[in-house]
């Protein structure tokens, strides 16, 4: 049998600095972030560190290759408006061209569909057709609005490493805010990586005949952050199975595991609709009837609203 | 030694058939491609297909995690648009989401900071911001100027299997047309799968431990391709390396065992400035200078260039 690492080792932050670089930007993106918080958490709002997408690994260095997860971001986007609605500030660390909130309820659309040209020539106004763009003016004011209050502080990474070390940058500035910080972990995080010293450098050569990939495990952040990072705060993580049999034990097992807060429960085939909100006491299925799919309603803000008053409650309980 | 595959094999198509189950929408849309091509090849236009982007190698059954190549498509879609603007039509088999002809210049905005609405509440127009978006009334012309003629027809894949299928339904779908048919093969395919029946059914567990992958070679389909589906066609494939020392010798390499009419050779770091176009008897250079970059002119715009000279010339010698 394969060794199992034990998850709440104090190995995880030594592992993050010896076997994965710090990007550059790292400390820029920190100080940005710390600042949202200070600011935010002086004016008595509450902060959600959002992540979102997937992480890419790649399998050379100078990479053609890597590995990917399946994720859109689709959920991460969505819960941050409803954040947003419930009058959060929200940072929102997620793979570079993963949905975006608000421009994400027009990504199956080419824009130059949706575009009519007025007048002749090269003068004239490019109009947008509101058919093809649907409550584009509701969407439009909206999105100005929480961009001109500051309220959304976007954060790109794209590789496995990038998204690593600014989980951490993100835990260590949200940390001045105690229970107000909420980490809502909705990213697809790689649990496989190849260490740098064991990457080739130039793309792999198919004349070499059949591939071995070795990769080995990733180490898991949710324990210095629940522990070291940011022991004050609100934190929730998402476990994604295909398998429905075994999805509330994995879940049960990472609280008893990290410690933290929540997990959100959901299952590959039926996330859009369904997700199981479980605490160390408590088991809430949130659920989409029919009628609710019809008006458009999703999953997340349930989700977020379930998720906003249990932050509330542990606010009160550390106050 | 690992085995090395003969790629001249015949049983390139065997393997296609027997490994990689065909998808269900493959049939409507060889149609769809046969219909376009008669269409444009009787109008006496010469058709092109573009592949572009690269392809996702599911690691298991109901997917969770994937490997990918790095590829945004940018290099497909802009060639597309300087073979419409050459008198080709285009079918354009790309990887769903990635980059689009035309729409590409504006792939790195968002689209919610260009728009600028007029009057007061739900009602208005919403206008398109011209510094923004630059030269929107220009593309916006072309677009639909391609769109009304139909020499466009957008085919999209995402994973491996269903590019296979869809480039062999492609090759049978140009084959009535015979030399007038050009493949321009840019998309980055992957080299390595892993089977079905060795794929696991559900996520694999990270706390079975470190991941062991082995993958498969992917069947050359090149050389089914030129042999059979598709003897008459001009062929074009690109080779990508990150060590340019071996770049030449492997672009040679191709074309002695494919047999097919040029290779366009590039360096990962250099692809966007300098290109090798190498045939069986010449080896011509194509490079931006910097005078070229400032003015924003495109490498493709050469590789089309000079493709489409040396299609000239081929259907020429056929006749």
């Known amino acids: 049998m394969a060794s199992v690492e034990n998850p709440a080792s104090p190995t995880a932050e030594g592992r993050l600095a010896q076997e994965f670089a710090v990007p550059s930007h790292v400390e820029a993106e920190r100080v940005r972030m710390a600042e949202f918080a200070e600011h935010h958490g002086s004016a008595g709002r509450r902060v959600v560190l959002i992540t979102s997408g997937g992480t890419k690994v790649p399998l050379e260095s100078r990479t053609v290759r890597f590995l990917d997860n399946f994720s859109s971001g689709r959920r991460g986007a969505s819960s941050a408006e409803y954040f947003l609605d419930s009058g959060y500030a929200v940072i929102f660390l997620h793979r570079h061209r993963s949905l975006y909130p608000y421009t994400r309820l027009y990504s199956g659309v080419n824009l130059l569909d949706t575009l009519q040209m007025e007048g002749e020539g090269s003068s004239g106004q490019v109009v947008v057709d509101q058919v093809a763009l649907p409550n584009i003016r509701a969407v439009l004011k909206r999105y100005r609005a929480v961009k001109e209050a500051g309220l959304l ?167």
Do not use: C
Request: glycine letters at 4%; a negative charge.
């Open 153 to 319: 502080l976007p954060v790109e990474f794209s590789t496995l490493s990038e998204y690593l070390h600014l989980l951490k940058a993100a835990a260590q500035a949200l940390s001045s805010i105690g229970p107000k910080a909420m980490f809502y972990l909705a990213a697809a995080v790689s649990d496989f990586y190849i260490p740098a010293s064991e990457m080739p450098e130039h793309k792999i050569q198919s004349s070499n005949g059949p591939l071995q990939i070795s990769m080995k495990m990733v180490p898991k952040m949710l324990s210095p952050l629940v522990k070291d990072w940011a022991p004050q705060a609100f934190v929730i993580s998402f476990k994604l199975e295909t398998d429905a049999t075994i999805l509330l034990e994995r879940a049960r097992r990472a609280l008893d595991t990290y410690r933290h807060q929540a997990v959100v429960a959901n299952v590959l085939d039926t996330r859009r609709g369904y997700v199981v909100v479980v605490t160390s006491d408590t088991q809430a299925e949130l659920a989409l009837t029919e009628e609710d799919s019809h008006k458009g309603v999703e999953i997340e803000e349930r989700i977020v609203g379930n998720l906003s008053a249990a932050h509330s409650n542990f606010i009160a309980q550390q106050g």
